[in-house]
């Protein structure tokens, strides 16, 4: 866990157990390793009102069959994040008060969610989150606003406009993405060296 | 004077029985002009001038938020209380001069939430009259359901019922009518938020099943109606002011220090906002808590008190004030 740097830096908790109806689970790759933790302290017959979305990615078929064996009420199994989020706003518009969310994986995955979570209404305290994997970031560009996914150097370059960005703290809940300010505006043919930071 | 607590001189430009035991009271500023805007759910503390004696008790307000020119409060009889109360019901009268607050609100609606469920007993009914106003001018959504002992002092129901139709539902305890609560929290839209007032036993019993439910704390929100409690007199010593104090029967150990020329900081006076928590220097008897402020923890430790509606009862208290 990164050191809490500014106040808008999210901060991950360690997923437990709530008290609701029902439980609905999205995670990316490793975040399966935090669901399969979560079992380990979860009361008889938790996963019965459960609904695992998980996106393997880099995981390949590792966590499925151990995430199966939790016996969910329903099990998806998506190709991609952004396939994923549609399937999750339908699901959170048709469910009710009760339902408790838990996001786990990479930052990208818990931002997006959350960000589909907060558009349906629920209180960003009340998600349980927790951080496995990659650290790499979503960070979007001010100066054009395009959005460049898995960003994992320091400077990066916006995948849209092509300037070198500076990768802050700086963190948008509404556009689940850390903020990317041009680096070298002063002198544009001043290129600092990019290092591998967000792994 | 404390924090949020600003006076504003009013006339009292009517008094209204609504049933046997509720009183409306309106005021206006005494000077013309436009009272501070407010928002659903906020109280003002009315001071009652009783011959020597003195209260200053939290009302809800019940206006609209929407009108600024008079502010409007109910109060129940409560013939067991301290008699403030019964301060209102028999001494105040059109044409009154008085000294209220600032509007303060500890009860505000959340207006991310997609939908608002407000639960009323009894008297408790106030801070949804305003807030009802302030959801229906801003096109909001919103369900109240309102349970009270029979149809006679079912304070407001038929105003309400006829604002906002099916919005309202009532539940009468002569008839055995019982608020569904269980069904009702089952079946809220995701994005829905909880509110409740009324007596202890019900706040208790909503939070509870709500929690039960697994509706988040974020999403339940409660004001209890902690009016101070009389009890037995007690003497405390304000170890900072180097003063001897006795608190009578009928007033709370904040309206004694402040007879006694103290200033100590207050918002609500109910036990709910934490402005009033005062350390413990020493003492020997029992604590009677009666706050919703300090933790559990907090109450058995022996060096905390909220004076606006906690007493004392032993041989000595000394206070850090
Ligand atoms: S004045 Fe609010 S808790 Fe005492």
């Known amino acids: 866990m990164p050191a809490k740097t500014i106040l808008s830096r999210p901060v991950y908790g360690t997923l437990s157990p709530q008290t609701g109806k029902n439980h609905l689970f999205i995670a990316d790759a490793e975040g399966a390793a935090a669901i399969l933790d979560l079992a380990k302290k979860a009361p008889d017959g938790f996963f019965a009102s459960a609904h695992i979305m998980f996106i393997p990615e880099m995981a390949g078929n590792q966590f499925q069959t151990a995430l199966r064996t939790l016996k969910p009420a329903q099990f998806y199994e998506g190709p991609s994040v952004a396939a994923a989020l549609p399937r999750l706003r339908q699901t959170l518009a048709n469910a009710h008060m009760g339902l408790r969310l838990y996001l786990t994986g990479s930052e990208g995955l818990i931002g997006q969610a959350m960000q589909v979570a907060l558009e349906a209404g629920i209180d960003h305290s009340s998600i349980q989150t927790e951080h496995r994997g990659s650290w790499a970031r979503r960070v979007q560009c001010v100066h054009c606003k395009g959005i460049t996914e898995n960003v994992t150097t320091q400077p990066a370059t916006c995948a849209h406009c092509g300037l070198l960005l500076l990768v802050r703290d700086h963190y948008s809940r509404r556009l689940a993405a850390f903020q990317g300010v041009c680096i070298n505006a002063e002198d544009p043919s001043e290129i600092p060296q990019k290092e591998e930071i967000f792994r | ?321």
């Open chain 2, 1 to 321: 004077m404390s924090a949020g607590t600003t006076k504003l001189n009013v006339t009292v430009t009517d008094v209204v029985a609504v049933n046997e035991l509720v009183k409306r009271f309106h005021f206006e500023r005494t000077d013309g002009g436009d009272l501070p805007t407010f928002s659903g759910g906020a109280h003002v503390v009315v001071e009652m001038r009783d011959g020597d004696k003195s209260r200053l008790n939290p009302y809800s307000l019940m206006s609209s938020p929407h009108n600024t020119r008079d502010y409007t409060i109910s109060v129940r009889r409560d013939d067991s209380g301290r008699g403030g109360s019964l301060f209102m019901h028999n001494h105040v009268k059109r044409g009154m001069e008085m000294v209220i607050s600032y509007p303060v609100n500890l009860f505000s609606l959340d207006l991310r939430a997609r939908k608002h469920l407000l639960v009323a007993g009894g008297i408790g009914i106030t801070p949804f009259m305003a807030q009802t106003a302030q959801l229906a001018g801003e096109g909001g959504n919103f369900e109240l359901h309102y349970t009270c002992r029979t149809p006679a002092l079912g304070t407001y129901a038929d105003v309400l019922h006829d604002r906002y139709g099916k919005r309202v539902n009532i539940y009468y305890d002569d008839t055995n009518e019982r608020l569904p609560l269980e069904r009702l929290l089952a079946s809220q839209p995701l994005g829905t938020h909880l509110y409740v007032c009324g007596p202890a036993g019900m706040i208790r019993w909503v939070r509870e099943t709500a929690a039960a439910h697994g509706w988040p704390d974020e999403t339940v929100h409660y004001e209890h109606f902690a009016a101070p409690q009389p009890g037995l007199p007690f003497d405390v010593t304000l170890a900072l002011s180097k003063l001897q104090i006795s608190v009578g029967e009928e007033q709370s150990l904040l309206e004694a220090m402040e007879a006694a020329g103290i200033d100590p900081p207050y918002l609500c006076r109910g036990g709910v906002c934490g402005q009033c928590e005062t350390n413990v220097v020493s003492y020997d008897g029992t604590f009677k808590h009666n706050d919703h402020w300090l933790t559990e923890a907090e109450h058995c430790s022996g060096k905390k008190i909220m004076p606006c509606v906690s007493r004392f009862e032993g041989k000595s208290l000394v206070l850090e004030r």
